[in-house]
């Protein structure tokens, strides 16, 4: 009997190992290349003297073993370990290896087995699946550097997926197993996800626990207060009373330690003449009209006339204390590339590079990027929709980025990728539909059928998709009204029903009372065209003084209105970027030094504009 075990194991572990050598060849997933793995992955357990094991001693000790539990074990030790030395198509071959054998996972086992599972799901990208997956186990891994490893996982898991309170409490019960050298390093840790829950994500109710709750506080203080500082800096030495010994202290002394300079000198870089100047003057339009509300002046700066260095040397013979501007990219990032020191910065478009991770407290980059309306439109149409959406987009650079945006956010989900259907020019446009839509098969059945049939009578009706609830048009709205028929023309009456979504780059000053061509789209667009702010009138005036200004531009206008609240609440928009306000362009908030928007929601229908509430 133990001579029939060992062999079996043997045999496992041999089959094992051969599975990894090919593990390029096999069919296991690959993990994303996009996302780095930031926590580190620690093997489950070391030797009696103190050295841990490799992935190799583990299948060592796999092969060794006298009981299924005991190979289950070091098969599981070799699962992380090859995480840990970032070999993770390895660790995928193990998990499957486990997974696939006769013998299940063992209760006593089951807690790290888990752990191996979740951190492969969140090198994938799978938050959510990783919050699941580890969650049921985390008070069954009793050594501390697996319930350390354990919760920060499920806290980074729910970062991403935008769950920021979570994320923080999460990250707080991880600092109970920490072992940093300072206080000072576990409080940034929970800051690090607590400074961007928004006002909805925290509690109404303080929470009984007196460490979360002083945390909660905090938060809750720069979310009522954030426009009224004497507030909450009332708010906050009372806070140093009550809870003389919190973590949270030193974020609460360093914000009211800090200078955070009122503007005062401010310069604006626009576009006053040339090619851009119509865009220029719409941006310095909403400025002046905020600035009327205001105490403070604008000197503007034609950008068409300057280079960049000139308007370096202008801003500082100025003495200024804040800039707003440029409004080109390649201005934008030459100017990055050389800032000044002192000036708190607004750019209005944004560079290139990636975002670093590294908070600049200096300056923020405000762009009206059409790829932040499709990563919305994503996370719309997954709340929304029961089946999976289909595309249909330009085959151009343009096309590429925001159909990437759109699936980026898309997968994010726990969603498999979005199928898409490319077109190169308007000729294409109803066979890629007719495709996509399942028409094209469905023809071909049809003649198929007739073939076989001979004379005999059969449906002739050809059926779309039923696996599809939603279809996603990124493009312009020449493109969109193109397409639009063709897709209503190709559903069948035994398909479920399909929404059409779309961007704001649908709606132009030409239809803005109604569409019936687009009768059913939905698309996202600037609260303050939708007529949903409270001072929309602000941008209707200003479109009847400019009757050549398109919609386009009154975004811009919109741009320059929230400019001026922006740069007043710059400092505190990036030292808690969970804070939002209701702009003209949607709810503004920060994050990595870059302004986000949360655009609203309309739809055509009965020939209106009619605003999603």
């Not at 945390?215 to 507030?231: C, M, T």
């Not at 719309?380 to 096309?399: D, H, M, Q, Y």
């Not at 308007?426 to 399942?438: F, K, T, Y």
């Not at 029903?497 to 803005?512: D, Q, Y």
Request: glycine share 4%.
């Amino acid at each position: 009997m133990r001579s029939h075990f060992t062999n079996s194991v043997k045999g496992v572990a041999v089959a094992l190992l051969s599975a990894i050598v090919l593990t390029q060849c096999s069919s296991v997933q690959k993990p994303a290349d996009d996302t780095e793995f930031k926590q580190p992955v620690e093997s489950i357990s070391t030797q009696p003297d103190g050295v841990a094991r490799t992935a190799e001693q583990w299948l060592d000790e796999a092969v060794a073993a006298e009981t299924p539990a005991d190979q289950q074990y070091a098969l599981i030790g070799a699962a992380l370990a090859f995480q840990q030395q970032q070999q993770w198509q390895k660790s995928a071959a193990v998990i499957g290896a486990i997974e696939a054998a006769e013998a299940p996972v063992t209760n006593e086992n089951l807690p790290q087995f888990q752990l191996a599972k979740a951190h492969w799901h969140f090198k994938q990208q799978q938050w959510q699946q990783a919050i699941k997956t580890i969650e049921p186990s985390l008070k069954r891994l009793n050594k501390r550097d697996q319930r350390l490893q354990a919760l920060t996982l499920v806290a980074d898991s729910h970062a991403r997926l935008g769950e920021y309170w979570q994320a923080a409490i999460s990250q707080i019960e991880a600092e109970q197993f920490s072992q940093h050298d300072s206080a000072t390093a576990g409080a940034e840790a929970i800051w690090r996800y607590l400074r961007q829950a928004s006002s909805h994500q925290l509690p109404d109710r303080r929470p009984l626990t007196t460490n979360i709750a002083g945390w909660w506080r905090v938060a809750k203080s720069f979310h009522q207060y954030q426009q009224q500082p004497k507030q909450l800096a009332q708010q906050f030495q009372q806070w140093l009373s009550s809870y003389p010994d919190h973590h949270a202290r030193q974020i609460v002394e360093q914000w009211l330690a800090a200078d955070w300079q009122a503007p005062e000198n401010i310069i604006a870089l626009l576009p006053l003449s040339g090619r851009y100047a119509l865009q220029g003057t719409a941006v310095r339009d909403g400025l002046i009209a905020a600035a009327a509300e205001s105490t403070f002046t604008i000197r503007f700066i034609d950008t068409n006339r300057y280079n960049v260095e000139q308007q370096r040397e202008q801003a500082l013979q100025a003495n200024a204390t804040h800039i707003i501007g440029p409004l080109l990219k390649q201005q934008v990032q030459a100017w990055l590339q050389q800032p000044l020191i002192g000036p708190y910065h607004l750019f209005l478009n944004e560079a290139d590079t990636p975002e670093s991770g590294i908070i600049n407290q200096r300056y923020l980059q405000f762009a009206l990027a059409p790829e932040d309306e499709a990563r919305q439109a994503a996370a719309r149409i997954s709340e929304k929709t029961e089946r999976a959406p289909l595309l249909f987009s330009v085959a151009n650079a343009s096309g590429q980025r925001l159909v990437n945006s759109f699936q980026q956010r898309w997968q994010q989900q726990d969603n498999p990728p979005a199928e898409v259907g490319w077109y190169n020019q308007q000729s294409e446009m109803q066979g890629i539909v007719e495709e996509r839509l399942g028409i094209s098969g469905s023809k071909e059945r049809i003649r198929q059928v007739k073939i076989a049939a001979g004379k005999i009578i059969i449906d002739e009706q050809e059926r779309s998709r039923a696996d599809i609830d939603a279809v996603y048009l990124p493009g312009n709205l020449e493109q969109v009204r193109l397409l639009k028929p063709f897709i209503d023309v190709n559903l069948s009456p035994f398909a479920p029903p399909l929404t059409v979504f779309g961007s704001s780059a649908v709606h132009e000053r030409s239809n803005m009372s109604g569409d019936a061509d687009l009768s059913g789209v939905e698309f996202s667009e600037s609260p303050a065209i939708l007529g949903q702010h409270n001072k929309s009138n602000y941008v209707m005036d200003w479109l009847q003084k400019r009757s050549n200004a398109r919609l386009s531009d009154a975004r811009l206008f919109n741009m320059g209105y929230d400019s001026v609240y922006l740069l007043q609440q710059a400092a505190l928009l990036n030292f808690v970027p969970g804070i939002n306000w209701s702009g003209f362009n949607g709810q503004l908030s920060v994050s990595f030094n870059r302004v986000q928007r949360e655009l609203d929601w309309a739809i055509f229908k009965d020939n209106k504009v009619q605003p999603i509430e």
